[in-house]
């Protein structure tokens, strides 16, 4: 099976126009839908960066400023703002372009906003899974790179989504031995969804186990805060919890 490296994959959309902007974004997570025929669907979550006046010989950074993030798959894309509020008509207007803007969820085809996008997937050469809790441990303190892998199934419908992602943060004691992930952000499924654009059916989450065969995830979702004259006022952060049964792999980069 092939491991991705995550330290040298790439999305890179590149605008339209002579002078337009070629963005090249890490990616921090893969999600592969599969259908109950079995057809594929891959989709690449990007790094977050900070809104900015791009090549701008003035102020660079936006102000009141937001988290911007995406998912790309081969068509289809959305994007992620994360304003200091999730009801960013209270603030000042951050501006308007082409990624940026009031729009919290944006998503639609590539080919409506870009010239191009283009997805570079780079792959380890050697790696070997981890199969008990003692070699998870031994290769946590051996400081090798480590990539999880996470499959779930719907039993209702038969679909299911492979989530991949790198391990960023693991837990282990040696003497027992025990470990638990603790990484994201990264893709999960939301198998419920009708939504006609499939990259709609996705939800950004962070992910806990420390078994081979269930774990937690957090969603991050809108959460009221307070009760204003204008109605509720709410924030975007990691707040719902789903319990999940499915089947948790771990691979050591050798």
């Known amino acids: 099976m092939k491991i991705i490296d995550f330290s040298k ?25 599969i259908n109950s025929h079995g057809k594929k669907d891959v989709f690449y979550l990007t790094a977050p960066c900070r809104s900015e006046y791009t090549h701008s010989d003035g102020q660079l ?17 959305k994007i992620f703002r994360n304003h200091w509020v999730s009801n960013p008509d209270y603030l000042d207007d951050p501006g308007l372009d082409t990624t940026g803007g009031r729009i919290l969820e944006e998503s ?30 031994d290769s946590t303190l051996d400081n090798s790179i480590l990539v999880g892998q996470t499959e779930l199934i719907n039993e209702k419908t038969q679909q299911k989504a492979i989530l991949e992602y790198p391990i960023k943060t693991m837990n282990v004691i040696k003497a027992v031995p025990r470990f638990q992930v603790d990484t994201g952000p990264i893709l999960v499924p939301n198998f419920d969804s009708n939504k ?3 990259v709609d059916s996705l939800d950004i989450a962070h992910i806990v186990y420390n078994l081979f065969d269930r774990g937690e995830y957090i969603s991050r979702k809108p959460v009221q805060i307070a009760n204003t004259d204008d109605g509720p006022l ?21």
């Open 9 to 33: 994959s790439y999305m890179s959309w590149f605008g339209t126009g002579v002078m337009s902007s070629v963005s090249r974004i890490l990616l921090d997570g893969v999600c592969t839908l």
């Open 61 to 77: 950074i936006v102000m009141p400023n937001y988290d911007f993030r995406c998912i790309f798959g081969t068509k289809e894309y």
């Open 108 to 137: 639609g085809l590539h080919n409506t906003k870009w010239d191009d996008v283009k997805l570079d997937i780079n792959y380890f050469d050697n790696t070997k899974e981890l199969t008990n809790k003692q070699s998870v441990a």
């Open 196 to 198: 006609k654009l499939k």
């Open 234 to 254: 709410s924030v975007t952060d990691y707040s719902v919890l789903v319990e999940y049964v499915g089947i948790n792999r771990l691979y050591a980069v050798i």
